[in-house]
């Protein structure tokens, strides 16, 4: 999420001069982007939480990446690059929908996993409701044209089906539903 954000941010940057969407981007971005860095290491409080779990945390960073985060990467890329960096809103939306604190409690007692594992799930139950505001709040405020919210919700859809896709694969590969 971080590496997508900065890049936003860079490409938002060149174009802030003279697009007050880009620039109003800038702005929101600059102060977001520290509050996603959880870890010193990307993608470290991931493995923080699933070496609680007890898997062995190289062994976690040693895993291939999966088509469809692949994927997911490179069109948020290219549509920075190429369409408009507000694109990136897109994919923040889904981050405006985490797991709510009751459910993350659920799960904590269902799976009998030590608390510790569900470190970045308890954050985003507590952060997600006050990130959603303030990006809602932007959306609204950012002078948008009928373009960038069409860029917007293309980013938005390839990004749910691409994440829904990984995570059914995962299932299925954990066993834990049979593909059909």
């Known amino acids: 999420m971080v590496p997508l954000m900065e890049a936003a941010f860079a490409r938002a940057l060149e174009l802030a001069p003279g697009d007050p969407v880009a620039a109003g981007l800038a702005v929101y971005l600059e102060r977001h982007i520290p509050e996603e860095r959880h870890h010193p290491e990307p993608g470290g409080a991931c493995v923080d939480d699933l070496t609680a779990m007890g898997a062995d945390a190289d062994e976690v960073r040693a895993l291939?990446?999966?088509?469809?985060?692949?994927?997911?990467?490179?069109?948020?890329?290219?549509?920075?690059?190429?369409?408009?960096?507000?694109?990136?809103?897109?994919?923040?939306?889904?981050?405006?929908?985490?797991?709510?604190?009751?459910?993350?409690?659920?799960?904590?007692?269902?799976?009998?996993?030590?608390?510790?594992?569900?470190?970045?799930?308890?954050?985003?139950?507590?952060?997600?409701?006050?990130?959603?505001?303030?990006?809602?709040?932007?959306?609204?405020?950012?002078?948008?044209?009928?373009?960038?919210?069409?860029l917007i919700g293309l980013s938005a859809l390839k990004s749910m089906t691409l994440l829904t896709e990984a995570f059914v694969d995962a299932i299925v590969g954990a066993g834990v539903l049979s593909a059909r």
């Open 64 to 150: 291939p990446g999966t088509p469809q985060i692949d994927a997911l990467v490179a069109a948020e890329l290219t549509w920075i690059a190429n369409d408009h960096p507000v694109a990136i809103l897109g994919f923040l939306e889904l981050e405006a929908h985490a797991a709510d604190r009751h459910s993350v409690e659920l799960l904590i007692r269902r799976t009998n996993y030590p608390r510790a594992a569900f470190g970045q799930l308890l954050l985003h139950s507590r952060l997600e409701p006050v990130h959603a505001r303030e990006l809602h709040r932007m959306l609204d405020e950012l002078p948008l044209e009928e373009w960038h919210e069409q």
